[in-house]
């Protein structure tokens, strides 16, 4: 799969990587920093959430996994719930199986808001927050969380992982895909 800057994505269902419309995926280089837009369609918002890092993941969120310099056993996971609430971690993960997660304060800022079919998120990641950030060579992947009243949970992915778990960095991509 090729990472095209600029170019909307719809992320598919992560297990099957089926085609699916319930969210769309946006990224940009602004002149100092990375811009990053969700839209999602969800009809049953679940998001109890209030602090930054909270475990969010356990309902409705969007997600980021990003290596500024494409070292996968080393990246960034940025979440935020419909609500605004942020999540930042450090991620080691040295077999591309087994994450170990660092908890840290939020290195960017986020926008949530309401619509009339489900929630928009765009997160605005600084230049100054990426270590050894590398145009060409940084990866990443994009998911979406979709937490059900009954306790299912649906997960999508730009590029699907096809288990249960985003954490596998072999799947992230880059522009050094084209």
């Known amino acids: 799969m090729d990472l095209n800057e600029k170019t909307t994505y719809c992320l598919r269902e992560n297990r099957t990587g089926r085609t699916d419309d319930t969210c769309r995926f946006y990224f940009a280089f602004e002149a100092d920093a990375l811009y990053f837009d969700f839209d999602v369609h ?5 998001s109890p959430y209030t602090e930054d ?14 290596s500024p310099d494409g070292n996968l056993k080393r990246y960034m996971e940025l979440e935020v719930s419909p609500n605004g609430v942020r999540f930042y971690g450090e991620i080691t993960n040295e077999d591309g199986k087994t994450p170990q997660l660092k908890k840290t304060k939020p290195q960017f800022d986020a926008e949530a808001m309401r619509t009339e079919y489900g929630y928009r998120v765009s997160i605005r990641l600084p230049f100054t927050a990426l270590e050894g950030f590398d145009r060409s060579k940084m990866k990443l992947n994009a998911f979406c969380l979709d937490k059900m009243f009954g306790g299912q949970q649906k997960l999508y992915a730009l590029n699907p992982t096809r288990c249960d ?4 960095p072999k799947f992230f991509i880059g522009e050094a895909e084209k």
């Open 165 to 168: 778990s985003f954490h596998r």
């Open 53 to 66: 890092n909270e475990d969010l993941w356990q309902g409705d969120a969007v997600e980021v996994f990003l």
């Open 42 to 46: 969800d009809e049953e918002i679940v």
